[in-house]
């Protein structure tokens, strides 16, 4: 009786950290070794529980609740016993005293690295700087900083905070121009408002740009345009501005760089012909896409990329590289700049999570971008 109470309490909390994670209550500090704790239970139940609109249902939740309360009782039962037994059939004390200290040394480094890749580097958030030059940039956007942040994903694994911190490291900076990415949010269309207000606290001069990611689209697309139309960030998807060394305007002059910008390209519409509306020759480009991938499928031409959405795959081991890359090409996207097709693509490595809450050689980032004349 005492294991089937065990069973249904763990059960019990599972299903009450999910209910927390969904309704964007203070918990992130639960809910990342929770997920790594039902992961198993997660992939089984995902085969036979499908998303409903890239989202889990309460089914979901629920049959992933039960099987991770009874499987994670299970399991520590299991290793309690174990590791009884292990002492009884090791007969040889030097044998046992160095067997035990092994083991323990493995658990510990274990314990450790989930601890390092939970707690710690999703929270080491990191400026990168780059100094670009764009073949006919004018002389007076010589220097002009932009700074560039990505894939926030406000939502239950990213707290509001965190997003404060990213923003205020490139406020420290004294940015011209900031330009977002896209995914804001993340598995939640409550997390909306603030996952988009939260950048009011931007103190660029000349204010924010962005395009949408595929998340937003995922969480409502029209509501995240109605928060940046709030916010008075400027969305470019499938649009474009010409910047002047007077600032931000809908007409070309002499003296421009376009900033130019598409939909996503897993869920949005990428519209190179709008984007480079009245944008005249020999006039340099820069081009906003969430995905990095679109620099493989269109002709441009444009002097440079800003995308996101790969996170650098969150976890890289040492001689392996990236886990998991979303992207058709592999870990070529993964982060930094990165030699395109046609043009360099600048690739952020973000700053929020999806999927699993963790990175591991992999920290988030924001970048600082200073302009350079070719």
Known sequence: MRWLAACLGASLFFWLVALAARSLWPLQFLIGPVELLLLPASVVTGLFVPVSGH??????????????????????????????????????????????????????????????GLFIEPNWLKLRRYEIALKGLPPELDGFKLGHISDTHYGPYISLSHIRRAIGLLNAEQPDLVLHTGDFVSSTPAAIPDGVGVLAGVR?????????????????????????????????????????????????????????????????????????????????????????????ELEGPFDLQLSGHTHGGQVSFPGVGPVLVPS??????????????????????????????????????????VLRSA
């Open 204 to 296: 660029a001069r000349l204010g924010t740009l962005a395009v949408l990611g595929n998340h937003d689209h995922w969480e409502g697309a029209d509501a995240v345009r109605a928060e940046l139309a709030r916010q008075q960030v400027r969305l470019l998807d499938n649009d474009r501005l010409f910047l002047t060394a007077n600032g931000l305007s809908e007409t070309s002059a002499e003296g421009a760089l376009a900033i130019c910008g598409v939909g996503d390209l897993w869920e949005g519409v990428v519209g190179p012909a709008a984007a480079l509306r009245d944008v005249p020759d020999g006039c340099p480009r820069l081009l906003l896409s969430h995905n990095p991938d679109v620099a493989e």
């Open 55 to 116: 989202h889990h249902t309460d089914a979901f939740y629920a049959v992933r609740s039960l099987m991770g309360g009874f499987g994670t009782v299970s399991a520590f039962l299991a290793l309690r016993e174990a590791w009884r037994l292990w002492f009884v059939v090791t007969e040889r004390p030097v044998q046992r005293s160095r067997r035990t200290l092994l083991l323990q040394a493995f658990f510990a480094t274990a314990l450790g690295t989930a601890c390092y």
């Open 328 to 369: 058709r090409f592999g870990p070529k996207y993964a982060g930094g700049l990165v030699a395109g097709p046609r043009w360099p693509v600048l690739v952020s490595r973000g700053v929020g999570m999806v999927m699993l809450p963790v990175r591991f050689r992999v920290p988030p980032e924001v970048s600082l971008i």
